[in-house]
């Protein structure tokens, strides 16, 4: 699989990457098989968080045979010294000595921001961290453009993972301030929600995707095609697919004929033309 520069981190990781919520709820043995599947495929990036319910112990038995030859992010929500805690909590049930690269995780706001480097704030916490070697690299990630773009004044960060998503981005321009200033300062860019649809209709629509909280992209895939591709012709350096194996899966077979037939004027129109059907029910209000 191709491999993409993560910015200024020198590091280099898959196209796809391997979201750790795939792991969430499965038994040992289908973790074991959705990461054996990656590695064989090329994926290098691995990330998870405390909040994907039982990721972290899932992913860490199935990881571990191959963690000396990946990249492995981790990220927490704890806004002030805690995240001490919470980090090593994490290094401790994924049996590793450092994380490639740990985030201040879904930023929201400004409060979010401010809290996280006001005294005793998480960012003091992460820096020495970072200095003892716990940390390789520091980034966020957010669902709020302002809160990510306040962040980014406080501080130097190296990577931003955020929603870039064919509907919002064509409908609001949603994310192209923050994707101009990454490119500007050769942040890296981590995609998330490329192939999210919309807001869920009632609770009953989600039987097929317990773990997400919006609808995907499932039974089109000129649509899928259409939205992984959008997101690259944005800048992305890879996309985390959906959180289960059959939109991982997807990805990863199909990501050389994304990168290889980039974005064109009849994806676009594609795209544009499903947006039409959306009638405003974005994945979040902007």
Not at 217 to 237: C, P
Not at 247 to 260: G, P, R, Y
């Amino acid at each position: 699989m191709k491999k993409n520069k993560l910015g200024k981190t020198g590091i280099e990781i898959s196209a796809v990457s391997f979201g750790g919520i795939v792991t969430t709820d499965e038994t040992p043995e289908d973790a074991a098989r959705y990461v054996s599947y990656a590695i064989e495929r090329g994926v290098n990036y691995f990330d998870v968080a405390p909040t994907y319910g039982d990721a972290q112990e899932k992913l860490s038995p199935a990881l571990a045979p191959y963690r000396k030859d990946v990249y492995l992010g981790c990220k927490s929500m704890v806004r002030d010294a805690g995240v001490e805690a919470a980090l090593h909590d994490s290094l401790k049930i994924l049996k590793t000595d450092y994380f490639d690269l740990y985030q201040l995780h879904e930023l929201k706001s400004k409060e979010d921001a401010e809290s996280a480097f006001g005294p005793g704030g998480a960012m003091e916490v992460l820096v020495k961290a970072k200095e003892k070697g716990l940390i390789r690299h520091i980034g966020i990630t957010a669902h709020s453009e302002d809160a990510a773009l306040l962040a980014l004044e406080y501080f130097d960060f190296e990577t931003v993972m955020f929603p870039v998503n064919w509907a919002l981005n064509m409908d609001k321009g949603f994310g192209d301030r923050l994707i101009k200033i990454s490119k500007d300062r050769d942040l890296g860019l981590i995609g998330i929600k490329a192939l999210a649809h919309r807001k869920l209709h009632d609770e009953n629509e989600n039987k097929r995707e317990p773990k997400s909280w919006v609808k995907t992209i499932y039974d089109n895939d000129e649509l899928r095609l259409a939205a992984i591709k959008y997101a690259f012709s944005k800048g992305v350096d890879s996309i985390v697919p959906p959180g289960n194996f059959e939109q991982f899966s997807f990805a990863v077979e199909h990501i050389e004929e994304c990168l290889n037939n980039p974005l064109n004027d009849t994806d676009r129109m594609f795209l544009k033309e499903e947006l039409a059907l959306i009638e405003g029910r974005h994945i979040f209000d902007y």
